[in-house]
T-cell receptor, first 109, second 111 residues
C-alpha cells in the first residue's frame, strides 16, 4: 500500500537547524507536500515538491529525491513557535493525498 | 476570504448513535476531503468529493459516508458509532490536491 514513514519526535534548541525526514512508496507517486500543525490547531500547508531538489521559503526549505523515495523539511533559525507536528503528505496517481504519521518537533530555549 | 468552517466543533455521543458533521469550503473550492486524526494513526484519509461526486475513498467501513451539495458544502455521517470512532475529524478544501486548506475540525467523543 501507500504509506509514509517519519521519525516520531525531534528536539532542538532555539537558533539551531533541524531536518525532518520522510520516506514514501514510489508506485504512482506525483509529489510531496509538508504541513505544520500546532497543538489544538488545524494543519497548514508549508510547501510542495514535484521535482528533485530544494525549494526554499524563508526559514523553511523542502527537499525531494525521487530516485531515493525520500524527502525532508529543513527549518533554520529555530524559534519557540516552531514547536509543532510536521506531516509529509504524498500525492499519488490515485488522486489521494496520503499523510505520514508526523514528526513532533520540540524547540527548547 | 473566509477559511474552511466546520460544525459542530465538539460532539459527545454514545455507542450505537449516529452523527453528521458539516463542512463549508473556501469559496470557489470544489474539492472537499475528509480526514480522521487520532494520536496513534495520524491523518487517515476518509473520502474526497468533487462537484457532488465522490472521487476517492479511503479504507474505512461503510458506516462512514459523505455527500457534497451543489454549493460545495459537504457532510459526513458516521452510523452505529463505536468507541474507536473518537477522533478529530478534519475537512479540507482545495483547488490543487497538494495544497489543502483545513478547517478547525470537529472533535468527536464516543462514550
Amino acid at each position: 500500500g501507500q504509506s509514509l514513514e517519519q521519525p516520531s519526535e525531534v528536539t532542538a534548541v532555539e537558533g539551531a537547524i533541524v531536518q525532518m525526514n520522510c520516506t514514501y512508496q514510489t508506485s504512482g507517486f506525483y509529489g510531496l507536500s509538508w504541513y505544520q500543525q500546532h497543538d489544538g490547531g488545524a494543519p497548514t500547508f508549508l510547501s510542495y515538491n514535484a521535482l528533485d531538489g530544494l525549494e526554499e521559503t524563508g526559514r523553511f526549505s523542502s527537499f525531494l529525491s525521487r530516485s531515493d523515495s525520500y524527502g525532508y523539511l529543513l527549518l533554520q533559525e529555530l524559534q519557540m513557535k516552531d514547536s509543532a507536528s510536521y506531516f509529509c503528505a504524498a500525492s499519488y496517481n490515485t488522486d489521494k493525498l496520503i499523510f505520514g504519521t508526523g514528526t513532533r518537533l520540540q524547540v527548547f530555549p | 476570504k473566509a477559511g474552511v468552517t466546520q460544525t459542530p466543533r465538539y460532539l459527545i455521543k454514545t455507542r450505537g448513535q449516529q452523527v453528521t458533521l458539516s463542512c463549508s469550503p473556501i469559496s470557489g473550492h470544489r474539492s472537499v476531503s475528509w480526514y480522521q486524526q487520532t494520536p496513534g494513526q495520524g491523518l487517515q484519509f476518509l473520502f474526497e468529493y468533487f462537484s457532488e461526486t465522490q472521487r476517492n475513498k479511503g479504507n474505512f467501513p461503510g458506516r462512514f459516508s459523505g455527500r457534497q451539495f451543489s454549493n460545495s458544502r459537504s457532510e459526513m455521517n458516521v452510523s452505529t458509532l463505536e468507541l474507536g470512532d473518537s477522533a478529530l475529524y478534519l475537512c479540507a478544501s482545495s483547488l490543487a490536491e497538494e495544497e489543502q486548506f483545513f478547517g478547525p475540525g470537529t472533535r468527536l467523543t464516543v462514550l
